[in-house]
């Protein structure tokens, strides 16, 4: 049954029509046992054979009346004689004690210190030998039970025993009746009662019996609490609790009941009751039988609302879906990423060496983006014999700076086929990246190689300098005049300008892209330092060897003294030596 909808549908109506016909059936057998029973009573009452008690023995099975102190003594519970004592209006004034049973001083004995409060002796004032009674609900009760002569609470009587070891709390709950001319005053363990509930309330569970012959129900106190009931509710019926629930839960009830009723064994089940907040109970019941083996009579149920428990679950589920949706995303942007990044991005081996160029790279990703980012790199040859050389890093990560990268530099092997010098070029990729969005933004080396003078002039585009290893020892390239420029698609019209260094033979030439210095909140000064002392040691007190795996060797020892669990971003080190030079083939 919809919260919104008073109406049911022919599904609903059918299984609420199930559960109460299973609940109906259930209340004839019972009927139908206990009437075989009163028959079986009443032919014992109509035997001809049995004879009427006579007067002598009705006497020997009737003894006299017990005394008062033998009623109070027979008593379960605490209790306590007294007698009121009224001023001159009528009105309770004290409570004489008058007598207590065996319960009362068994209490006294476990509750109280040993030796804390003398026995009474005598009739003594109630209110004079514990004074914080006064100010407690007990004064009332004796008025209202000496007045409507009727019996009062249970109501939760707490008050403080002054003793010779220290005060002691105590709270109870406390009944009084009228008795004749006196008052009978009982109370039980009010700190377990309200332990119980509190323990209810804590755990938000309850329990109940439902008897099925008269549909009678005998709740716990937080019965309604947990179901969501007002204070003042009736407490539903089996009937009544399934005309409550969700239309979805009925089946799951349904099942349930005919568990314990028919099979006569437990049943779990989870319910979802209508109104608002859509409360989720867990009911756990079980048969309560006439005999062994017999008839189930009743069921008894502990309920638990584990709403809370399911919102948890539903949300962990639900960010562990988000968590996967976002993995298989973050793996298919890494697939195609680094699909992309194998298909432009040059695997050099011995191709620049007619040139007299060796060129070696070694890239690391950022592991913890989708694997991938903007760095890049290029060298090859051009029509007038000379060689690009570049090195850039297109901002962000994944599969929108690898695009940009790639744009960049397919952008930048064209235009190097006009000849224009690399100031030009720098200038054009500048304009390229601004009209591509204020997010198109890159820092970039880029270089053209004359071998046959041996001469690498470049600019410098907001990039970490190149560092030239010779004799040695590292050191950065001067920078061009001006310093380094601006960023690539920062500014338009900006303009480059570029420096140049001439390279001896065995001479290495080494860019690099910040991820493979920058560390957080560290000084950039510092990051080059670190850099240029990993390009010295690595050396190991000579040169790299000829060819290209020595040249890769080299190359990968400095950046695995550089690469570490700090790095924030991927990392990219270009290495070029100038070696001997053959004669070039044509392009």
């Known amino acids: 049954m919809d919260a919104t909808s008073p109406v049911p549908d022919a599904r609903t109506h059918l ?136 019996p009062q609470g249970p109501t939760s009587v707490e008050w403080v025993l002054t003793t010779t070891y220290g005060p002691v709390r105590i709270n109870d709950e406390a009944r009084v009746t009228p008795c004749g001319e006196h008052l009978l005053i009982t109370w039980e363990r009010g700190h377990r009662l309200h332990m119980a509930a509190a323990a209810q309330h804590l755990v938000r569970t309850c329990w109940a019996e439902w008897n099925l012959g008269d549909g009678g129900v005998d709740p716990s106190r937080g019965f309604r609490q947990v179901l969501g009931l007002g204070a003042h509710a009736d407490i539903p019926t089996l009937s009544g609790l399934a005309a409550t629930v969700t239309p979805e839960s009925l089946p799951e009830l349904y099942r349930t009941l005919y568990d314990v009723i ?24 079980e048969p309560v039988r006439i005999a062994p083996g017999g008839l189930v009579w009743a069921l008894r149920a502990v309920l638990t609302d584990v709403t809370a428990e399911r919102r948890r679950r539903a949300s962990a589920e639900h960010a562990e879906r988000e968590a996967r949706s976002q993995r298989e995303r973050a793996e298919a942007v890494a697939e195609v990423a680094g699909t992309l990044r194998e298909a432009v991005l040059p695997h050099f081996q011995d191709e620049l060496t007619s040139y007299g160029l060796e060129a070696t790279a070694v890239y690391r990703p950022d592991a913890r983006e989708a ?7 290029k060298a090859r040859r051009l029509p007038d014999n000379h060689l690009l050389v570049a090195l850039g890093d297109a901002r962000g990560h994944g599969l929108a700076a690898v695009t940009l990268m790639a744009k960049l530099r397919y952008a930048l092997a064209g235009l190097a086929y006009t000849d224009q010098p690399v100031e030009q070029l720098t200038q054009w990729l500048n304009e390229l990246a601004c009209a591509d969005g204020i997010e198109s933004t890159a820092t970039a080396v880029i270089a053209r190689y004359h071998p046959e003078r041996g001469l690498l002039r470049w600019t410098c585009a907001g990039h970490p300098r190149p560092v030239l290893v010779r004799d040695g020892a590292a050191r950065q390239l001067p920078e061009p005049e001006g310093g380094p420029d601006l960023p ?100």
């Not at 064994?265 to 859509?278: D, F, I, K």
């Not at 694997?371 to 790199?377: A, Q, S």
């Open 15 to 150: 299984a609420l029509q199930s559960i109460r016909e299973l609940l109906r059936s259930q209340r004839r057998r019972i009927r139908k046992y206990a009437e075989s029973y009163q028959e079986q009573d009443q032919d014992r009452d109509q035997d001809p054979g049995a004879a009427e008690p006579t007067a002598a023995v009705l006497s020997t099975l009737l003894p006299s009346a017990p005394s008062g102190r033998e009623v109070l003594e027979a008593l379960p519970v605490p209790a306590l004689l007294v007698a009121p004592l009224l001023d001159d209006d009528g009105r309770i004034q004290d409570a004489l004690y008058v007598a207590g049973n065996a319960a009362a001083r068994d209490y006294a004995a476990e509750r109280l210190p040993l030796g804390g409060v003398p026995r009474w002796n005598r009739p003594g004032s109630l209110f004079e030998r514990f004074p914080s009674l006064a100010g407690s609900p007990l004064p009332d009760m004796l008025a209202e039970a000496l007045r409507l002569r009727a």
């Open 488 to 587: 690539l698609g920062v500014l338009p019209g900006t303009p480059y300008a570029a420096a140049q260094a001439s390279l001896r033979m065995g001479d290495i030439v080494l860019m690099y892209s910040d991820g493979l210095t920058e560390r957080r909140d560290s000084d950039p000064d510092l990051d080059t330092r670190r850099f240029l002392d990993a390009a010295e040691q690595c050396l190991g007190g000579s040169a790299p060897g000829a060819g290209h795996d020595a040249l890769q060797e080299y190359a990968e020892r400095v950046v695995g003294e550089l690469d570490g669990p700090h790095r924030s971003d991927d990392a990219t080190l270009l290495v070029l030596r100038r070696a001997s030079m053959s004669s070039p083939s044509a392009p």
């Open 262 to 285: 028919l099979r006569k064994r437990t049943g779990v089940c989870e319910l979802r009751m209508n109104g608002a907040g859509s409360r989720v109970i867990r009911m756990t019941a």
């Open 371 to 377: 694997g991938v980012g903007g760095d890049w790199y």
